[in-house]
């Protein structure tokens, strides 16, 4: 960055869900291209927590939210060597997640912006997720760009026609891909999260059993994943109706583990050639939690290496939930000529949706 340029530093808070996370982005809001970097990044995960209950409960996770943003905030002011005067905008992830822990990081950031006088940006987590692909180089993308957002509550194909103008095209009618594998891990009796579990047993997997790919064949964009979760109970039960015991062998496991896998990359990854084909995308881009996935990551490069397209996909830690994300995406908007919203039309919104 070029000294003696107003740049301004965003503080962004996140606790969608079960991540207490902030960051300090530093970035020139007006300019032709972006340019930014980021001074810190804390990201407090609350696993240990949810592991004993085997999936977030939301009480808890607010209250240990409760327990973790004040240090989390502090810590990434600190990390940044700044402080709170240094600040230029709070940026908060207002929806979409668990209201209960919505509302700790929304009232927190409101409570701190009217101490202070810094504006507050309510952001959209579904926005950070899709921002989060651009972290590295954005000057260098090629529009348009069809870009893959699979998380724990989403699963989204949306056409981004540049950084400001982008539609929703493709959306889950059921079940998230993310929560699809929480669901198969738990069936699977592996602890939480399951994504992770499931993409590290996958890799012992021999045979491929044939599972449904559903709405594959369908004209549209949108997916549902709850069939293929029906599809391996079913599986597990006929299974086990030959023993004497619900308890499956560890290459049982391992085999529905990369099974369903490779459905779920199969219906992604054939889906979103389809679209990026019809709307003659010309980079592919991949976010959210689920893009930790190795075998998706992998998968993506493949094709989009095949076809001539470029492949973007943030480093693991800015897949799954973090602050950076949240700050990324209020530069964007900033850059995008948003304006700060006064504290008292700030709410914690659990539904709000990206279109
Ligand atoms: O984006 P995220 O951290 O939180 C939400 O916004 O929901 O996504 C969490 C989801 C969980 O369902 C988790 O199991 C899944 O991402 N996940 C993975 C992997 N790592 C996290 N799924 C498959 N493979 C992984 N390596
Ligand atoms: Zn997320």
Known sequence: MKPNIPYSNILAIET??????????????????????????????????????GGVVPEVAARAHMQNILPVTEQALRNAKLKLK???????????????????????????????????????????????????????VQFPVLSIIVSGGHTMLVLMRDFKNYSVIGNTVDDAAGEAFDKVARLLKLPYPGGPEISKLAHTGKTDI??????LNEANFNFSFSGLKTAVLYYIDKLVAKKSTRNLTKQQKADIAMSFENAVTDVLTKKALRAVKKYKCK????????????????????ICKNNHLSFVVPEIELCTDNAQMIALSAYFNLRNGQTPKPTNKVKANPAWEIH
Request: hydrophobic share 40%; net charge positive.
């Open 283 to 302: 980079t592919i881009a991949l976010s959210g939690g689920v893009a930790a996935n190795k075998k998706l990551r992998s998968e993506l490069a493949l």
């Open 86 to 140: 240094n600040i230029d905008y709070i940026a908060v992830t207002s929806g979409p997640g668990l209201v209960v822990s919505l509302i700790v990081g929304t009232e927190f950031a409101k409570g701190l912006s009217l101490a202070t006088n810094i504006p507050l940006l309510p952001v959209n987590h579904m926005e950070g997720h899709l921002y989060s692909a651009f972290a590295k180089s954005p000057g260098k």
């Open 210 to 215: 044939k599972f449904p790919r559903p709405m």
């Open 16 to 53: 969608s869900c079960d991540e207490t996370a902030a960051s300090v982005l530093r970035g020139k809001i007006k300019g032709q291209q972006p340019d930014f970097k980021f001074l810190s990044s804390v990201v407090k995960s609350q696993i240990n927590i949810h592991k004993k209950t």
